[in-house]
């Protein structure tokens, strides 16, 4: 049997995992994303997935070691966590009535191979218009502060978003089309 290890403890890409019926255990890669510099949004996203899940990849024997990371952005702009409320009400009021990308980089490394597979994925997003007392409510829920962009669109943030153009859980956290794809190729699923 194939061993499968996420190198996250994220709530979002675990239950996403489990939501497929995959079995997998959890490691954290003890990346600080702060070090990591890059002005190209898919670059920034494939190179963090890629150092978590080498970080993570170095501690195991075996398995398949899948990466990730997301970003919210607005041409070049990237929009990581907010750092407080106040973060997170600069950063909707920037995502007000526009359309937004979410991209994640995915690396999955196959220890029994030796094969690495490295991707970034995007979503458009359409914010509907959005005024200070909905900010304000939205931001008071608690939900923001932990999200790329500062919303959830799998929760209370739903109400933020006029559309979307893509993989709706690439904006929750986790392409999961594109990582059973490779894990398919790779012989996980």
């Not at 996203?45 to 919210?72: F, H, N, P, Y």
């Not at 009535?97 to 991707?119: A, D, P, Q, R």
Request: with cysteine; net charge positive; aromatic share 6%.
């Amino acid at each position: 049997m194939v061993k499968l290890v996420l190198a996250s403890e994220s709530p979002r890409r675990t239950g996403l995992l489990r939501q497929i019926g995959l079995v997998f255990d959890m490691v954290p890669s003890g990346v600080d994303e702060q070090e990591v510099q890059c002005a190209n949004p898919k670059s920034y996203v494939k190179k963090l997935a890629k150092l978590k899940s080498r970080a993570v990849a170095k501690k195991m024997d075996e398995g398949i070691i899948i990466g990730a990371d997301t970003v919210v952005c607005v041409g070049k702009k990237i929009f990581g966590k907010p750092k407080d409320k106040e973060d997170a009400v600069r950063m909707l009021k920037e995502l007000d009535g526009k359309v937004h990308e979410v991209i994640s980089g995915l690396c999955i490394i196959n220890k029994y191979s030796g094969e690495v597979v490295t991707k970034a994925v995007t979503t458009k997003v359409k914010f509907r218009t959005l005024n200070d007392e909905l900010i304000n409510w939205y931001v008071g829920t608690g939900e923001p502060l932990d999200k790329a962009g500062g919303y959830g669109i799998q929760g209370k943030g739903a109400i933020l978003v006029e559309w979307i153009k893509g993989d709706y859980f690439n904006v929750v956290g986790l392409p999961l089309a594109t990582l059973s794809m490779v894990l398919e190729k790779m012989g996980a699923l």
